[in-house]
């Protein structure tokens, strides 16, 4: 019902900057939380930001001061503006729409692909 759909990965040099984008459709439920996760070859899927329908944030402690997670309401959209990449945040970015109410019916984009050259 819930699809995701993300776009800005790419190829980027270490302390680059991309700016990811993901567009939600269908009925989003309020309360609300959006995220983005990211996953490595061979490591687990890690929260990397999330943001409330109120405009809370969270980040991992390894992003603190370098990405910032954004929504625009109108338009239904989430944003992850990453600065001062490194080679080790490369991996698959996922979007995640999450109704606080109704965990069970959270959603994740197809994921997009962020490579940092060294």
């Known amino acids: 019902q819930v699809q995701l759909v993300e776009s800005g990965g790419g190829l980027v040099q270490p302390g680059g900057s991309l700016r990811l984008s993901c567009v939600v459709s269908g009925t989003l439920l309020r309360p609300n939380v959006m995220g983005w996760y990211r996953q490595a070859p061979g490591k687990e899927r890690e929260l990397v930001a999330s943001?409330?329908?109120?405009?809370?944030?969270n980040y991992a402690d390894s992003v603190k001061g370098r990405f910032t997670i954004s929504r625009d309401n109108a338009k239904n959209t989430v944003f992850l503006q990453m600065n001062s990449l490194k080679p080790e945040d490369t991996a698959v970015y996922y979007c995640n729409y999450s109704p606080a109410m109704y965990p069970r019916w959270a959603s994740w984009g197809q994921g997009t692909q962020v490579t940092v050259s060294s």
């Open positions: 943001i409330t329908s109120g405009g809370s944030t």
